[in-house]
Protein backbone atom coordinates (compact mmCIF):
# COMPACT_ATOMS: atom_id res chain seq x y z
CA UNK A 1 0.00 0.00 0.00
CA UNK A 2 1.56 3.36 -1.14
CA UNK A 3 1.88 5.83 1.96
CA UNK A 4 -0.66 9.00 1.77
CA UNK A 5 1.36 11.96 0.79
CA UNK A 6 0.96 15.77 1.30
CA UNK A 7 0.19 15.78 -2.49
CA UNK A 8 -2.90 13.71 -2.34
CA UNK A 9 -2.78 12.45 -6.00
CA UNK A 10 -5.52 10.38 -7.62
CA UNK A 11 -3.13 7.49 -8.08
CA UNK A 12 -3.34 7.15 -3.81
CA UNK A 13 -6.33 6.70 -4.38
CA UNK A 14 -6.78 3.87 -7.20
CA UNK A 15 -3.53 1.75 -6.16
CA UNK A 16 -5.74 -0.79 -5.60
CA UNK A 17 -7.84 -0.89 -8.66
CA UNK A 18 -5.16 -0.77 -11.71
CA UNK A 19 -7.64 -0.35 -14.61
CA UNK A 20 -8.95 2.56 -12.64
CA UNK A 21 -5.37 3.65 -11.49
CA UNK A 22 -5.11 3.84 -15.71
CA UNK A 23 -7.89 5.40 -16.90
CA UNK A 24 -7.45 8.13 -14.53
CA UNK A 25 -4.03 8.77 -16.30
CA UNK A 26 -6.21 8.75 -19.57
CA UNK A 27 -8.27 11.40 -18.13
CA UNK A 28 -5.58 13.54 -16.76
CA UNK A 29 -3.16 13.70 -19.97
CA UNK A 30 -2.83 16.76 -21.51
CA UNK A 31 -5.65 18.18 -18.62
CA UNK A 32 -5.24 19.93 -15.29
CA UNK A 33 -6.48 17.55 -12.54
CA UNK A 34 -8.40 20.35 -11.11
CA UNK A 35 -10.20 20.26 -14.41
CA UNK A 36 -10.30 16.17 -15.33
CA UNK A 37 -10.77 14.56 -11.77
CA UNK A 38 -14.25 15.91 -11.19
CA UNK A 39 -15.05 13.94 -14.84
CA UNK A 40 -13.11 11.20 -13.85
CA UNK A 41 -15.32 10.73 -10.64
CA UNK A 42 -18.85 10.77 -12.41
CA UNK A 43 -17.15 8.47 -14.79
CA UNK A 44 -15.80 5.58 -12.40
CA UNK A 45 -19.62 6.38 -10.63
CA UNK A 46 -20.92 4.79 -13.75
CA UNK A 47 -17.85 2.22 -15.11
CA UNK A 48 -16.59 0.65 -12.24
CA UNK A 49 -15.30 -2.32 -14.20
CA UNK A 50 -13.44 -2.32 -17.43
CA UNK A 51 -16.05 -5.07 -18.18
CA UNK A 52 -18.43 -2.00 -17.99
CA UNK A 53 -16.83 -0.38 -20.41
CA UNK A 54 -17.67 -3.57 -22.80
CA UNK A 55 -21.26 -2.65 -22.36
CA UNK A 56 -21.29 0.94 -23.11
CA UNK A 57 -20.82 2.86 -26.51
CA UNK A 58 -18.83 5.29 -27.78
CA UNK A 59 -21.45 8.52 -27.29
CA UNK A 60 -21.99 7.29 -23.51
CA UNK A 61 -18.15 7.73 -23.41
CA UNK A 62 -18.02 11.08 -24.97
CA UNK A 63 -20.25 12.71 -22.54
CA UNK A 64 -17.44 12.39 -19.59
CA UNK A 65 -14.87 14.25 -22.06
CA UNK A 66 -16.74 16.69 -23.41
CA UNK A 67 -15.93 19.50 -20.66
CA UNK A 68 -12.13 18.23 -21.04
CA UNK A 69 -11.35 18.40 -25.27
CA UNK A 70 -10.24 15.42 -27.14
CA UNK A 71 -13.39 14.18 -26.88
CA UNK A 72 -13.58 11.31 -30.12
CA UNK A 73 -9.64 10.59 -29.44
CA UNK A 74 -10.24 10.08 -25.73
CA UNK A 75 -13.60 7.97 -25.94
CA UNK A 76 -11.55 5.60 -28.71
CA UNK A 77 -8.18 5.02 -26.04
CA UNK A 78 -10.61 4.46 -23.59
CA UNK A 79 -12.54 1.84 -25.42
CA UNK A 80 -9.41 0.06 -26.86
CA UNK A 81 -7.28 0.11 -23.88
CA UNK A 82 -9.85 -1.39 -21.72
CA UNK A 83 -10.31 -4.90 -24.51
CA UNK A 84 -7.00 -4.70 -24.14
CA UNK A 85 -6.37 -4.99 -20.37
CA UNK A 86 -8.89 -7.18 -20.53
CA UNK A 87 -7.54 -9.51 -23.38
CA UNK A 88 -3.79 -8.66 -23.86
CA UNK A 89 -1.09 -10.43 -21.98
CA UNK A 90 1.04 -8.08 -20.56
CA UNK A 91 3.42 -7.06 -18.10
CA UNK A 92 3.78 -3.20 -17.77
CA UNK A 93 0.57 -1.20 -18.81
CA UNK A 94 2.68 0.55 -21.36
CA UNK A 95 2.36 -2.56 -23.88
CA UNK A 96 -1.47 -1.51 -23.62
CA UNK A 97 -3.11 1.17 -26.51
CA UNK A 98 -3.11 4.58 -25.21
CA UNK A 99 -1.25 4.15 -22.18
CA UNK A 100 2.62 6.15 -22.42
CA UNK A 101 4.71 6.51 -19.89
CA UNK A 102 2.96 8.81 -17.23
CA UNK A 103 0.34 5.55 -17.15
CA UNK A 104 3.46 3.25 -17.22
CA UNK A 105 4.97 5.04 -14.09
CA UNK A 106 2.04 5.83 -11.70
CA UNK A 107 1.34 1.75 -12.06
CA UNK A 108 4.67 0.84 -11.47
CA UNK A 109 4.93 3.37 -8.49
CA UNK A 110 1.40 2.56 -6.71
CA UNK A 111 0.44 -0.67 -7.96
CA UNK A 112 3.71 -2.54 -8.38
CA UNK A 113 5.73 -1.12 -5.64
CA UNK A 114 8.58 -0.57 -8.09
CA UNK A 115 8.93 3.72 -7.29
CA UNK A 116 12.58 3.34 -6.61
CA UNK A 117 13.08 2.09 -10.66
CA UNK A 118 10.90 4.73 -11.95
CA UNK A 119 11.86 8.32 -13.06
CA UNK A 120 9.09 9.91 -13.76
CA UNK A 121 8.70 13.06 -15.91
CA UNK A 122 5.36 13.81 -14.87
CA UNK A 123 6.04 16.94 -11.66
CA UNK A 124 3.56 15.59 -9.67
CA UNK A 125 4.66 12.14 -9.74
CA UNK A 126 8.23 13.14 -9.60
CA UNK A 127 7.20 15.06 -6.11
CA UNK A 128 5.44 12.27 -4.67
CA UNK A 129 8.87 10.11 -5.56
CA UNK A 130 11.28 12.41 -3.81
CA UNK A 131 8.73 12.57 -1.11
CA UNK A 132 8.73 8.91 -0.82
CA UNK A 133 12.99 8.82 -1.10
CA UNK A 134 13.42 11.17 1.73
CA UNK A 135 10.60 9.74 4.14
CA UNK A 136 11.60 6.18 3.19
CA UNK A 137 12.96 4.96 6.34
CA UNK A 138 10.38 6.77 8.89
CA UNK A 139 7.16 5.43 6.62
CA UNK A 140 9.08 1.78 6.47
CA UNK A 141 8.65 1.80 2.89
CA UNK A 142 11.40 -0.36 0.72
Request: proline content about 7%; overall charge negative; glycine content about 4%.
Given at each position: ?P?R???S??QE ?8 L ?10 A ?5 P ?13 D ?11 Y????G???TR ?10 F ?5 K ?6 G ?13 I?E ?6 D???L???R ?6 A?R????
Amino acid sequence: IPPRSPYSLVQEDLFDNPWQLLVATIFLTKTAAKRALPQLHKFLAQYSRPEDILQASYEDIDEYFKPLGLTNTRSHTIMRFTVEFLEKDWKYPRELYGIGKYGDDSYRMFCINEWRQVSPDDIPLTMYRNWLLENADRLGVD
